[in-house]
């Protein structure tokens, strides 16, 4: 049954550089080197904020892709031009990630409380733990630590980094005797206009999820049905109850892919073009690293064997994510496809992450369905080709969810904790 | 000899004052100083003041609020790694539009205690300079014909041993208007990357606001101290560019001294293959 909630979704951008397509730069819109170019950043900025959304988001990793075919692999530092954009707007929430494996606490708790104090008040922090070797041996080290041990690493950190931003309002050093960290001292940094800048925590590993419910004050999550995504939501919901804390203390927000058109025909053939304009090797490339299995060796008109469904050997030294792991194959069990039509599926549906083509129209519809069902308390939505697909959202999509009751009008916070207060209570059901 | 130019050295106080408010902001931006150093009190060796600013998210800042005012963000590799660092320092130079460089020095005082010694500051100072060319930007060629954004293959490996070994490389190509500005400060112990030394023997001296400045250098750099107001500091700012000072045009920081660029490093290893045009699906 959905029980009919009031409030406000959650609306977040997740800039994805260009947008999540690899043929983005191929846009008309775009110069060949937009994705350094600040006016670009701006741009984007202030889009998302003449939309009033509440947050704008950027992913991270310390390590380069091959950026061939691609500008997603292309990575400014996030907190560098997030605080960059923040000179460039006024309201609208910035999420910078950031990795608990490679960077230092005090460090990094300096830098977010720095950025936090000269956004007014507008700075989110995405916890991530980072995988793979190639990350690792930029910092002198031949691979990551295993999982369970990032994520103590992780645990651990946030608990500084939070003592650390309290020490800023009560100027008192703190002392840190952890297992991993000896540390102290304070910040000299002025204190939160937020009270502490806002914890986002991506990745659905159980110990991730354990982070979540512990400290989260936002989860960036990977969903392909609303049946899982209902499943975990409530998890992690009552994690946070678990760790005493309210519900609505933690915000879900799965990330969704987007291609939109005015009509339902013209949003899928933007999608076939931008695909086809994208290099072909992507999908087979994605699913192999996604569910640690090289999917080139797999027969193309069959269905995925058992055993390439079936849990990875070593939870701790695969690559990938659990959690996206996780959602790809409840998807391929729950319908069964062969491998081609499965490939063929993701070009429309994407990356671990659910995708949507169709009409603004049609996107409410479905952001409305997820809502009321208590899957969501907000999507990060992932534009195609952001030049374009995020006015689309700022001017067509926005107007009609603020028609049915489901988003603001004008911003009536102006931090990215009040955004995050003033969205949707948790629905009894979960 | 020319006039020498002017650089100004402001704290932490001073950070917080100037980017809360729009008409201090304003005044600098117009200021036709060589740069301001973002919190020159961690890297000279003084204690922490009551109030500072990360000088990178202030520089962040100043890209964004500003159009021609010049800056280096300080960083002393004490507790943050240089690959980080090197992300942060290319990013600004590209956010900047050339208008940022890096001073390294040895040990921060505000940072909670940890290694500060003289050879992780000059590896740093190397790392970020070898990463940041790791990347050139020309091979940036965004051809829609052959489906080719990067030539890729141009991109090498930085494989740096020493105090941070590093693979690279980094994730973002050297800005257009070529690898930042390095400064050190005071003459020991400065590594090859370094293009500009401050203090001791260095191209720029240091005279405390209000003292007399000295002679016979390239630059000049006016520290503020705890008893001035940014008003203060901008003040005495505009009326020695008024005077003996050389005022230097608006435009990227390393075309502003002067300096050239530096040299190219020896080809690496590549990092990745030769793009092959891509077949569509
Ligand atoms: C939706 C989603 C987004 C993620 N974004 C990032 C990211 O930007 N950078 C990153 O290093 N890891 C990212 N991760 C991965 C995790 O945060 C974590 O780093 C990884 O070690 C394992 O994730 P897991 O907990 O799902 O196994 C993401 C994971 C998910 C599910």
Known sequence: MTDRRTGHVILGINALVLGYLPAAWQSPLLGKDSFVDPAYWETIGRTAERGTLDVVFLADAPVLGDPAHDANPIRLEPTVTWGHVAAATQRIGLVATASTTFNDPFELAERLLSWDHLSGGRAGWNIVTTRGADAARNFGLPDVPLRDDRYDRAAEFVDVVRALWDSAATGADIRHHGDLFQLEGRLRVPPSRQGRPVLLQAGGSPKGRELAGRVAEGVFAAELTKDKAIEHYRLVKRLARGNGRSPDDVKILPGLLLSLGSTEEEARRRNDELHDAGPAAYSVQWLSQSIGYDASKLELDEPFPEEVLAAPADPQTFQGSMGFRESIVAQIRRTNPTVREYLRQTRSTGSGHAGFVGTPEQLADHIEDWFHSGAIDGFNLQPDVLADGLAVIADELVPILRRRGLYRHEYQTDTLRGHFRAAAATPDSA | MPAPYLALGLTGPHLVELTSSAALLARWDALPAAFTVLGVERVDGSPPAARTLDSSAVGAALAGQTTRGRFLIVASPQRDHPYNLARRVASLGHLSRGRSGLLVGVRDAYAAPDRATAARARDAARAVRALEQSWPHESIIG?????????????????????????????????????????????????????????????????????????????????????????????????????DFRPLAAGPLRAALGLAAPPPRANGRAAFPVPQPHPSL
Do not use: K
């Open chain 2, 143 to 243: 051809d829609r014909e052959t489906g080719i954004l990067v030539r890729s293959n141009e991109i090498v490996h930085v494989d740096i041993g020493g105090e941070f070994p590093i693979a690279g490389p980094l994730t973002v190509p050297e800005p257009p208007t070529g690898a930042s500005v390095i400064a050190w400060s005071g003459s020991a112990d400065a590594p090859d990357a370094v293009d500009l030394v401050i203090g001791e023997g260095g191209a720029v001296a240091v005279a405390v606001l209000g003292e007399r400045p000295p002679r016979g250098t390239a630059g000049v750099l006016l520290r503020a101290e705890a008893e001035h107001s940014v008003d203060d500091v901008l003040t005495a700012a505009e009326r020695l560019l008024a005077g």
